[in-house]
Nanobody, 120 residues
Framework: QVQLVESGGGSVQPGGSLRLSCAAS????????MGWYRQAPGKQRRLVAD???????NYAESVKGRFTISRDNAKNTVYLQMNSLKPSDTAVYYC??????????????WGQGTQVTVSS
């Protein structure tokens, strides 16, 4: 079992910045992709950004040029630096991790979610 603990959410004015962190712990054999989804009220959960263990990144069009995802494999931690925040970025942000166990069985884990509110 793997646990994901998120931190760094909060309230910020438009144009501001926040940095989210998500640390994985527990029975970790290997972690492949880690990333972030977000869900606004009344909307579906959507991918924000992800990063592979090799460092390849992928972003939603709506956040390209404003958000940067990174990870520290030694710490099993993924980060999301969010700049130039807009009210439309307001959502609950969920961290996830795709892992493998020693038998190459795939698992998918979610964090508990952290609220990001962008408002003047």
């Amino acid at each position: 079992q793997v646990q994901l603990v998120e931190s760094g959410g909060g309230s910020v004015q438009p144009g501001g910045s926040l940095r989210l962190s998500c640390a994985a712990s527990g029975s970790i054999f290997s972690i492949n992709t880690m990333g972030w989804y977000r869900q606004a009220p009344g909307k579906q959960r959507r991918l924000v950004a992800d990063v592979t263990s090799g460092g390849s990144t992928n972003y939603a069009e709506s956040v390209k040029g404003r958000f940067t995802i990174s990870r520290d494999n030694a710490k099993n931690t993924v980060y999301l630096q969010m700049n130039s925040l807009k009210p439309s970025d307001t959502a609950v942000y969920y961290c996830y991790a795709d892992t493998k166990d020693p038998f190459q069985q795939d698992y998918h884990y979610w964090g508990q979610g952290t609220q990001v509110t962008v408002s003047s």
